[in-house]
């Protein structure tokens, strides 16, 4: 992660107590644009804005993986005031990922990030963490891979975040920086279809809230996405 591009985003984020404060959309110092994501009050899926053709990646692809930038804010600090089920906060959110194993539907085969509020932690802190479905069974690890306090999602400060596929397994990496300390994760899931290849079609998910319950509030996130090498 650059550091110019970290300074950059700390000067153009705005006031930072309102959890919708937008950022320039060339946050990066280069010209580069960062698409935004919105998931609305009682929605799952997210609309884009600003978005390019790579950035990000939706629908289907025969990309082996995803690599992006992504900003968390405030608005991800959600209470679930009317849930389907009692424990729906503590449902795993999704950011982009990749479906597997010939299906387009993430929630049978695929690999992608989870993120989840939690509202019986203190202080409260937002869990980021592998996530994978294989045949429709959840699979995570046992601990979050990073966890992010309120003072990290003010500072609007994007970490990057690397999924893909290997024969036997889909590889999480995590890295960057966030207000002066590094950051750096990485884990394995084991992939069931073994013999699939690695670059097969897939569907490019975006960013998503459930489980079963809606957003509850409006949930924006950044995104900066580029093509993926091994």
Not at 9 to 15: K, L, M, Q, R
Not at 157 to 179: D, H, K, N, T
Not at 193 to 213: H, K, R
Request: hydrophobic residues 45%; charged residues 20%; glycine residues 8%.
């Amino acid at each position: 992660m650059r550091a110019a591009r970290l300074l950059v985003i700390a000067a153009a984020c705005g006031d930072p107590a309102d959890p919708h404060a937008s950022v320039d959309a060339s946050v990066d110092g280069a010209g580069s644009t960062w698409a935004t994501y919105t998931i609305a009050p009682g929605a799952h899926v997210a609309t884009v804005a600003d978005e390019t053709a790579m950035n990000p990646l939706a629908a289907l692809t025969s990309v082996g993986g995803r690599d992006y930038e992504f900003i968390f804010d405030p608005s991800a600090m959600y209470e679930l005031t009317a849930p389907v089920d009692p424990a729906d906060q503590l449902d795993w959110n999704k950011l982009p990922g990749l479906s597997d194993c010939g299906t387009v539907d993430l929630a049978v085969d695929g690999a992608m990030f989870g993120w989840r509020w939690r509202l019986d932690l203190v202080p409260r802190v937002l869990e980021v963490t592998a996530y994978a479905n294989n045949a429709g069974v959840h699979l995570t690890p046992q601990d979050p891979l990073v966890i992010l306090d309120a003072e990290d999602l003010e500072a609007r400060e994007p970490l990057r975040y690397r999924v893909y596929r290997e024969p036997a397994q889909y590889r999480f990496e995590i890295a960057g920086s966030l207000r002066g300390r590094a950051i750096t994760a990485a884990t394995t899931i084991s992939r069931r279809c073994t013999s699939d290849p690695i670059e097969l079609l897939a569907w490019a998910a975006g960013f998503y809230f459930g489980g079963t319950s809606t957003a509850p509030s409006p949930i924006t996130g950044r995104i900066h996405e580029i093509s993926f090498v091994p």
